[in-house]
């Protein structure tokens, strides 16, 4: 099992910390790393949750 937290990107990005904030999550765009994982999850057998 893998758990991601539920958060709303969109509040992120509204409320985030501009370019500090983008240079801790790397280059990859949230929804883009979320469809990754869960692929790899599904691939692997896993189940994907997602928790507040």
């Known amino acids: 099992m893998i758990a991601l937290e539920a958060l709303k990107y ?29 692929y790899r999850a599904e691939d692997a057998g896993k189940i994907l949750v997602y928790v507040n």
């Open 10 to 38: 969109a509040n992120m990005r509204q409320h985030g910390q501009g370019r500090k904030f983008r240079k801790i999550l790397g280059s990859w765009l949230p929804a883009e790393l979320e469809r990754f994982i869960k």
